[in-house]
């Protein structure tokens, strides 16, 4: 029997390649919204810390990710929950 290969890990940008390529086991049965997103890489940073993991230096700490978003959607930064995004733009436009 041979292993399963694993996909690696190191920046922000092959966790969020990983997702893209199979959301909905990623990110549940709805996927494709902001909230799953943000719950699962939150999960995701909360599991590498309590173990010990880092990701590369080069990769941008999450919380740019974060402020990063309500630029990309709104052009301008953003405080506002991640609901109201979704509900701005509807779930599949805002993701």
Not at 72 to 87: H, Q, Y
């Amino acid at each position: 029997m041979t292993a399963i290969e694993q996909p690696v890990i190191k920046t922000n940008y092959d966790l969020f390649d990983l997702v893209r390529t199979r959301p909905k086991m990623y990110l549940g049965n709805n996927g494709k919204t902001l909230t799953a997103l943000m719950a699962f890489v939150t999960g995701y940073y909360f599991a590498c810390f309590h173990n010990g993991l880092k990701l590369d230096e080069g990769t941008p700490p999450y919380s740019h990710f974060v402020h990063w978003i309500p630029y990309r959607l709104f052009g301008k930064p953003n405080n506002l929950p991640w609901e109201f995004m979704e509900n701005e733009l509807g779930q599949s436009a805002a993701f």
